[in-house]
Nanobody, 117 residues
Framework: QVQLVESGGGLVQPGGSLRLSCAASGNIFSRYAMGWYRQAPGKQRELVATMSSGGSTNYADSVKGRFTISRDNAENTVHLQMNSLVPEDTAVYYC???????????WGKGTLVTVSS
């Protein structure tokens, strides 16, 4: 069982930045594809960014050029650097670990990001 704990959310003004972190338990972190998803009020959960075990990245069009996903396999962490934030980025952000070998997905409990003046 993998546990994911997100941190770094909060209130930020439009144009500001935040860095989210996700700490994962276990000793096979490097095998997982990691990702960030978000869910705004009244909307479905959507993909924000993913990074494969090999380092390939994928971003939602709405965040390309503003957000950057990174991972530190030695520390079992994945980060999401968010710049030039806009109110539409307001959502609960969830960390995801995809064990593609076993076909199991793990989710954190989420961290709230609010972009407002």
């Amino acid at each position: 069982q993998v546990q994911l704990v997100e941190s770094g959310g909060g209130l930020v003004q439009p144009g500001g930045s935040l860095r989210l972190s996700c700490a994962a338990s276990g000793n096979i972190f490097s095998r997982y594809a990691m990702g960030w998803y978000r869910q705004a009020p009244g909307k479905q959960r959507e993909l924000v960014a993913t990074m494969s075990s090999g380092g390939s990245t994928n971003y939602a069009d709405s965040v390309k050029g503003r957000f950057t996903i990174s991972r530190d396999n030695a520390e079992n962490t994945v980060h999401l650097q968010m710049n030039s934030l806009v109110p539409e980025d307001t959502a609960v952000y969830y960390c995801n670990a995809d064990d593609m070998l076993l076909g199991i997905n793990y989710w954190g409990k989420g961290t709230l990001v609010t972009v407002s003046s």
